[in-house]
């Protein structure tokens, strides 16, 4: 049973404007959410994270919000730029020793920044 | 540095035949893990070891081995291949797991097609 869900499988922005993902999750016990992009023949590569006690994280044009009584988190990325296509991954771990590397993945969100 | 390397990118073999995933890191990282990526399923753990000589499994384990003889060196067995291992695989490593939530550093993929 996933325990992370991302429900949008694309999602299309002009460039300049705002993209906004979505993930939904089940397990009240994760400690840090984490996003990742990937690009086609690439591995996953860190985007941004935030720790559960937080509702907010920004790092430059990125920015991930979470709510805690909904189970949900988005990351917004203002202004879009067409380097920004890409297929976005949700993740989230729980942080003990004995699930380290456990990260929980969603489906991914494919996102294309049109001219 | 190097990251993680994973050799070969692209593999195609026949049922029952048998091959090794290599992975490699040149960062001194302690934890590594192996995830496999599947279309709708997102990323999913399937072995991951906390240090040399330490290996344990994840969500997604039955037709795979690994061993981790070495800190650099964490190679993925396929046993019997099965035209449901068909998918991209993906080695993941980090210092230790605090370092985790600041992202995973993963390699650029195996493609694995089992006809």
């Known amino acids: 049973d996933q325990q992370v869900k991302q429900n949008s499988p694309s999602l299309s922005v002009q460039e300049g404007r705002i993209s906004i993902l979505n993930c939904d999750y089940t397990?009240?016990?994760?400690?840090?959410f984490l996003w990742y992009k990937k690009y086609p023949a690439e591995g996953p590569t860190f985007l941004i994270s935030?720790?559960?006690?937080?509702d907010k994280n920004e790092d430059g044009r990125f920015t991930v919000f979470l709510n805690k009584s909904a189970k949900h988190l988005s990351l917004h990325i203002v202004p879009s730029q067409p380097g920004d296509s890409a297929v976005y991954f949700c993740a989230a771990i729980i942080m003990t020793t004995d699930s380290w590397g456990k990260l929980q993945f969603g489906a991914g969100t494919q996102v294309v920044v049109t001219p | 540095n190097a990251g993680v390397t994973q050799t070969p990118k692209f593999q195609v073999l026949k049922t029952g035949q048998s091959m090794t995933l290599q992975c490699a890191q040149d960062?001194?990282?302690?934890?590594m893990s192996w995830y496999r990526q599947d279309p709708g399923m997102g990323l999913r753990l399937i072995h991951y070891s906390v240090g040399a000589g330490i290996t344990d499994q994840g969500e997604v384990p039955n037709g795979y081995n690994v061993s981790r003889s070495t800190t650099e060196d964490f190679p993925l067995r396929l046993l019997s291949a099965a035209p449901s291992q068909t998918s991209v695989y993906f080695c993941?490593?980090?210092?230790?797991?605090?370092?985790?939530?600041?992202?995973?550093?993963f390699g650029s993929g195996t493609r694995l097609t089992v006809v």
């Open positions: 397990n009240s016990m994760f400690d840090y």
């Open positions: 960062m001194n990282h302690e934890y």
């Open positions: 935030i720790s559960s006690i937080k």
């Open positions: 993941a490593s980090s210092y230790d797991i605090y370092e985790g939530v600041y992202g995973y550093t």
